[in-house]
T-cell receptor, first 117, second 110 residues
C-alpha cells in the first residue's frame, strides 16, 4: 500500500465548479509535489512545496491553486477548469527539497483521475 | 524539448524474452531513478543509481548508470506478464525537481 494517500480517486466536474484534490503523507517528508499525467505520457511537474513553502510553479494556469496547510497535507484547488485539464493528478513526497543533497526519491500516491465536462 | 529521452517508446514481447530500455540525456545527473507505473496507479520507485558505471540488480532487472552519468539502461531477463507497465527514468540535476523521461510502455504477452 502506498504511504501517500490521495482523495478523491475519481472526480467529475463541470467547467464552472470549484473542487479540491487532497493529498496526505505521514512519512515526515518535507517536500511535496503535484504532477499532471495525460494518458500514455510521463508525469509533468506542476508545483513543489518545500518546508511548506511554494518553491516551484511550472507556469501553471491560475485555475489551479495549490495549498500546503502543514507538512503532511497538500491540496490542489480547482476552479473554472477546461476539458483539456482532464488527466490523472499525482501527488508525491520526498524526504527533502530538490537539490537538498539527497537523491530525491519520490513516493507517489495512486492519483486522482479528473474529468472536466 | 525532452531532457531525458527513452527508447523504445513502446515494446510488446512474449513471456520469457529479454529486453533493454534506454534512457539518454546530454545532461549530467547526480542520481538517476527508475520507476514503474501500472495502469490506474502512481509510479513506484524501482532503483536509484548514483555512481557512474554503477550496476544494480533487482531479481530479473539489471540497471546500469553510464560512466559519465548522462545515461542509463534497464535490462529485464525472462520477462513476465507482471512486468507490464510504463517504465520511467528520472534524473536529478541537483537544482530542481526530478526530470522524468519520455517513458517506455512495456507489454508482456503470456
Amino acid at each position: 500500500d502506498t504511504e501517500v494517500t490521495q482523495t478523491p480517486k475519481h472526480l467529475v466536474m463541470g467547467m464552472t465548479n470549484k473542487k479540491s484534490l487532497k493529498c496526505e503523507q505521514h512519512m515526515g517528508h518535507r517536500a511535496m509535489y503535484w504532477y499532471k499525467q495525460k494518458a500514455k505520457k510521463p508525469p509533468e511537474l506542476m508545483f513543489v512545496y518545500s518546508y511548506e513553502k511554494l518553491s516551484i510553479n511550472e507556469s501553471v494556469p491560475s485555475r489551479f491553486s495549490p495549498e500546503c496547510p502543514n507538512s503532511s497535507l497538500l491540496n490542489l484547488h480547482l476552479h473554472a477548469l477546461q476539458p483539456e485539464d482532464s488527466a490523472l493528478y499525482l501527488c508525491a513526497s520526498s524526504q527533502d527539497r530538490p537539490g537538498g543533497g539527497n537523491t530525491g526519491e519520490l513516493f507517489f500516491g495512486e492519483g486522482s483521475r479528473l474529468t472536466v465536462l | 524539448t525532452q531532457l531525458l529521452e527513452q527508447s523504445p517508446q513502446f515494446l510488446s514481447i512474449q513471456e520469457g524474452e529479454n529486453l533493454t530500455v534506454y534512457c539518454n540525456s546530454s545532461s549530467v545527473f547526480s542520481s538517476l531513478q527508475w520507476y514503474r507505473q501500472e495502469p490506474g496507479e502512481g509510479p513506484v520507485l524501482l532503483v536509484t543509481v548514483v555512481t557512474g558505471g554503477e550496476v544494480k540488480k533487482l531479481k530479473r532487472l539489471t540497471f546500469q548508470f553510464g560512466d559519465a552519468r548522462k545515461d542509463s539502461s534497464l535490462h529485464i531477463t525472462a520477462a513476465q506478464p507482471g512486468d507490464t507497465g510504463l517504465y520511467l527514468c528520472a534524473g536529478d540535476t541537483g537544482r530542481r525537481a526530478l526530470t522524468f523521461g519520455s517513458g517506455t510502455r512495456l507489454q508482456v504477452q503470456p
